[in-house]
Structure formats: structure tokens, C-alpha cells
Nanobody, 119 residues
Framework: QVQLVESGGGLVQPGGSLRLSCAAS????????MGWYRQAPGKQRELVAR???????NYADSVKGRFTISRDNAKNTVYLQMNSLRPEDTAVYSC?????????????WGQGTQVTVSS
């Protein structure tokens, strides 16, 4: 069984910063990619940022230049540094894991962490 433990959400004023963390543990043979998705009330879940095991990254256009995704492979942990936050960034942010075990590919989700940007 795989567990994803997220931390770092909270309330921040517009223009502020937050750093999200997601640590993966369990019977993981290897990780293909880790990423962050978000879902705001009344909206569909969307990809925020993703990083592969090779270090390739991709971002939603709305966060490019403001958010940075990084990863500590030794700790199976992914980080999302969020700067210049805007009210429209308010959402539940969920960690996503694309991983392998015994030759099978699997996907897992974290429980989600609330990010609220408001004055």
C-alpha cells in the first residue's frame, strides 16, 4: 500500500507564498512522476505542475513563472513552491503519484490540502 502525506497548505494574503510538500511511502518499486493538481469549488480538477523521474517539468499556463515544482528522489518527496499567489489560486491541492510495482503501473492520490488566498 502506498501513502501520500501532504503538508503546507493554509491561508495567505494575495502576493504571498506557500510551500507544499508531499511524501510518498510504501511498496514502491520506482516512481515515474509526481505532481500537483488542484480543484476549486465548482470547477474541474486541473494539473498544476508535474515532474518526472528524469526531472522534466510541466506547468499549467496560469502558474508559469510563479510556481516551482521540485523533487527529492531519495525521500520520494515532491515540493511545490508557490509565489505571488492570487485569489484565483484558491483550491484544494492534491498530490499525484505515478509509480510502478512488480511491473505494474499505478496511480495514487493524496488526501488534499486547502490553499486559500485572501486578504
Amino acid at each position: 500500500q502506498v501513502q501520500l502525506v501532504e503538508s503546507g497548505g493554509g491561508l495567505v494574503q494575495p502576493g504571498g507564498s506557500l510551500r507544499l510538500s508531499c511524501a510518498a511511502s510504501g511498496s514502491i518499486s520506482s516512481i515515474n512522476a509526481m505532481g500537483w493538481y488542484r480543484q476549486a469549488p465548482g470547477k474541474q480538477r486541473e494539473l498544476v505542475a508535474r515532474i518526472t523521474s528524469a526531472g522534466s517539468t510541466n506547468y499549467a499556463d496560469s502558474v508559469k513563472g510563479r510556481f516551482t515544482i521540485s523533487r527529492d528522489n531519495a525521500k520520494n518527496t515532491v515540493y511545490l513552491q508557490m509565489n505571488s499567489l492570487r485569489p484565483e489560486d484558491t483550491a484544494v491541492y492534491s498530490c499525484h503519484l505515478d509509480w510502478n510495482k512488480s511491473g505494474s503501473r499505478s496511480y495514487s492520490w493524496g488526501q488534499g490540502t486547502q490553499v486559500t488566498v485572501s486578504s
